[in-house]
DNA sequence: CCTGATTGTAGGAATTTTCCTAGACTCGAA
DNA sequence: TTCGAGTCTAGGAAAATTCCTACAATCAGG
């Protein structure tokens, strides 16, 4: 702790302003740095002004005795993808306004996936078909880059002729032969199915509900 | 300023847990939080006591007269809270490690509430008790101004002891008692407890689960 | 070398924070 | 009902903070 004292007296030192200056700068008496940093009087800082010194020297506040920075950049946004617009084939206008999307934690995300950020999207889910594992209204945050030979047993996105469909995939083993199933034991199950005949949009890796 | 007594207040009134145990929290002596409320002793609290209880609490610090969140164009952030270090009454040392968020849209989140995102936070959940609705590892969004009379049938946060559960309470009709139970029904369910028996950290109202 | 302005220093006063304690009260168990 | 353990409350003590002030040192301009 005494550290933090050597420090900002130090940083005073080095831009010759004075304990007086930097102690009205806080608004304070113009004793009040000097007592800080020499009888170590206000055992902590304020944090009002903790703040304003590490704005003026140009430090990071954890120099003079503050939290650790909880790294404020890492987010990731993810639009949420308008489903009657892009399901079909048709040009899609890409349009900017109106969508909303999740943010997630860099980290948190790549504890998830390894997948860029720009290959990631969100789709809603509709109908019952998936029930009990996913719900009409669910949101799905789907993987684009994970299909194709890395396809494994897992929750897809398909696309059926216009629209998106959530179903499950089962790799038969050894082969190109794949099952395609809906968790709703109403629906009914597609078996030895070639890879070839389903376009899979993404895999499903995450999905929030709403309660 | 006052405001934020008032605002303190409610929420150990609500949560029944009075102020000599939330002074407790704080490591301070038992007529610390009284002081504070009724007096306007500290005129502010203390930077680490203000993250103690709004970790405790499960509410933004901005509640209790810290910093504004930034809002970035319509995206709002809700932090993941440490449960290990929120939940118990003994003293606890704030970590101050990099809290992971999620970013909800403004408009989106206004759909599913109307709660002030003050009050909002994220808790993961921990074992198997509420199968097949929540499993282990889910995050769950939690309205902590969601309860004291407002309290209905739903899923809950409750603080027990020193940790926090999830739990589905069911209030029966016309009275002050509750039902507790677990969705698992490998777990008890007890009936007709007290509301006061209870404490309601605030009602599950989303959660997302990794696939 | 003087003079006046400003600064750092340290003693101590004024104020605020923090703690301690005793009394009134509530609640549950005996 | 009585007792004991716990609470809230308020008064005031103890400790920390913030401020004030006087004094010595420094420095620039005469």
């Given at each position: 702790m005494e550290h933090v004292r050597e420090e900002l007296d130090r940083l005073i030192l080095k831009g010759g302003y004075g304990y007086a200056s930097i102690s009205r700068l806080l608004g304070r008496n113009p004793a009040y740095v000097q007592q800080f940093i020499k009888r170590g009087s206000p055992r902590k800082l304020d944090d009002q002004d903790r703040k304003t010194l590490a704005c003026f020297f140009g430090v990071d506040e954890q120099v003079l005795g503050g939290p650790a920075n909880p790294v404020t950049d890492g987010m990731v946004e993810i639009p949420v993808l308008d489903v009657e617009a892009s399901a079909g084939f048709g040009a899609v206008a890409a349009s900017e306004s109106a969508h909303t999307r999740f943010g997630f934690d860099e980290r948190w995300l790549r504890h998830l996936t390894s997948?860029?950020?720009?290959s990631l999207s969100i789709v809603g889910v509709k109908g019952d078909s998936m029930e009990p594992t996913l719900s009409d209204g669910d949101e799905v945050l789907v993987d684009a880059s994970d299909h194709g030979s890395r396809l494994r047993d897992g929750i897809y996105v398909l696309r059926s002729d216009d629209a998106l469909v959530v179903k499950r995939i089962a790799i038969k083993p050894g082969g190109r032969q794949i099952t395609i199933a809906s968790d709703n034991p109403a629906y009914p199950t597609w078996h030895d199915m070639d890879r070839s005949e389903v376009h899979v949009v993404g895999r499903v890796i995450w999905f929030g509900r709403a309660l």
């Open positions: 997948a860029k950020s720009a």
